[in-house]
């Protein structure tokens, strides 16, 4: 059994700032690109960035040059750090992830259950 589990949402103050983490854990062989999705009330989720195991980063033009998306190879672990947050970026936010358990020969999406982000003005 593979699973996410996000962690660091709250509320926030405009300007603010938050860090979710997010943790692989059960019966994992490697994982692939890992990232964060958010999805507002009333509308439909969208990317919000992603990291390679590289290490090579891909972010949404909404949150680029406030938010930063890393990850701990070694901890099966994402994190997005979240500056100068704006009302909306208030969302659900889950996490995602190609992982190959020990029991399979491919990559399977995964997701985290989510966490809530709230921005207040």
């Known amino acids: 059994q593979v699973q996410l589990v996000e962690s660091g949402g709250g509320l926030v103050q405009a300007g603010g700032s938050l860090r979710l983490s997010c943790a692989a854990s059960?019966?994992?062989?490697?994982?692939?690109?890992m990232g964060w999705y958010r999805q507002a009330a009333g509308k439909q989720r969208e990317l919000v960035a992603t990291?390679?195991?590289?290490?090579?980063?891909n972010y949404a033009d909404s949150v680029t040059g406030r938010f930063t998306i890393s990850r701990d190879n070694a901890r099966n672990t994402v994190y997005l750090q979240m500056n100068s947050l704006k009302p909306e970026d208030t969302a659900v936010y889950l996490c995602?992830?190609?992982?190959?358990?020990?029991?399979?020969?491919?990559?399977?999406?995964?997701w985290g259950q989510g966490t809530q982000v709230t921005v207040s003005s």
């Open positions: 059960g019966s994992i062989s490697s994982i692939g690109d």
């Open positions: 995602n992830a190609a992982i190959r358990a020990t029991y399979s020969r491919a990559y399977y999406s995964r």
């Open positions: 990291i390679t195991s590289d290490g090579i980063t």
